[in-house]
């Protein structure tokens, strides 16, 4: 599971964004970003997103 804590991203906020690959993290990071900061994710800010990016073992 791939996860994105919105706060690493620099914004005031507690969401976390998880999916199962790093696109589909970003593609909802996009929306997320759009629609609740009104921020626009240019190639830029992607690639930055993507480091950002942590990957969080389930516990077997
Ligand atoms: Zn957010």
Redesign the pocket.
Known sequence: MKTLH??D?G?D???V?SANTEEEVLSHAAE??LT??GVAVTPELAEQLKTLIKEEVAQA
Do not use: P
């Open positions: 919105c706060s991203a914004f906020c507690k969401g964004i997320h970003a609740v900061h």
